[in-house]
């Protein structure tokens, strides 16, 4: 559950109380935390409304995110919905890093309406993830060298294998639709909060590579911060992750970059001190 009803500024006047003259600032104070309270719990269904409705639509769109087709394409020398798309994703995580896996992906639609059977942070391995990467990533590399090589003409098609940009149509689309959301289930369920996110998504090493890019140019983009000094490390932003990281200790490095942080905003939401907040700025 969110708490809207206490946020840093009135904290900050309940100390002050029997300390100084009440000030007509302090309404003004007042007034605003509570908007920032109700925007906080607004927040959170509107985010678990839209990757509801991007889990429902999954089966129009599931070709713009196959690493299948991505592949297929290279190696016809056809840039797909997929291969754009991924592109895409790419160039946004400079700007916005992983916000997409926290408020459009389908997955996370499917595997936070999972959290009401396994709920369990998961368990840390990253070298799974990074089994699945290293061949996939190889091997895309090898396509596009291989295309340049030969001189490859490349074409644009981004609704490629699709019915006018409908992904899934007749029986072989079915199959693979079922088969790929058997897999987002079985591992989330075995594993935990969003394990599919952590251990088999094939889109998350785009904006990962993507969000360290911008740190090393130091570009502006959507970030967090944090008030370490009025943290009281309740954990309970470290509870509330969908993601299983642990933000108390990001918190407390006063450095809140990770990369499984999908910016889904639950620890700035979450946080009765407000001491987690959304900033828009520059550096690491």
């Not at 389908?106 to 709920?119: C, D, K, M, W």
């Not at 785009?206 to 944090?226: D, Q, T, V, W």
Request: aromatic content about 12%; overall charge positive; hydrophobic content about 45%.
């Amino acid at each position: 559950m969110i708490d809207n009803g206490t946020h840093g500024c009135i904290l900050n006047l309940r100390k002050s109380w029997g300390k100084r003259k009440p000030e007509a600032s302090d309404s003004v104070c007042i007034i605003i935390d509570y908007i920032g309270g109700y925007i906080t719990a607004v927040r959170q269904r509107i985010r678990r409304s839209i990757i509801i409705v991007s889990m429902l639509t999954f089966p129009v769109t599931l070709y713009f995110l196959s690493p299948v087709l991505f592949l297929g394409g290279l190696a016809r020398g056809i840039l797909t919905g997929s291969v754009l798309f991924f592109g895409l994703q790419f160039i946004s995580a400079l700007m916005l890093g992983r916000a997409y896996c926290g408020w459009l992906c389908p997955a996370a639609g499917i595997t936070e309406t999972l959290f009401i059977v396994n709920s369990k942070p998961v368990p840390r391995a990253h070298w799974v993830k990074y089994l699945i990467w290293g061949p996939w990533f190889g091997f895309g590399i090898f396509l596009v060298i291989k295309a340049i090589i030969r001189g490859t003409v490349w074409k644009i098609d981004p609704l490629y294998m699709t019915a006018g940009g409908i992904s899934v149509y007749d029986l072989q689309g079915y199959i693979v639709f079922f088969g790929v959301l058997a897999v987002i289930i079985i591992v989330s369920l075995a594993t935990g909060k969003r394990g599919f996110c952590h251990y088999t998504c094939w889109m998350a090493p785009f904006m990962i590579f993507g969000r360290k890019l911008r740190n090393l140019l130091r570009l502006p983009s959507l970030r967090l911060k944090a008030r370490t000094d009025e943290c009281i490390s309740c954990s309970r932003c470290s509870k509330e992750c969908p993601m299983s990281i642990d933000v108390q200790t990001l918190v407390q490095r006063s450095y809140m970059e990770h990369d499984d942080c999908t910016l889904c905003g639950m620890c700035v939401d979450t946080c009765k001190q407000s001491v987690i907040s959304y900033s828009f700025r520059g550096g690491k």
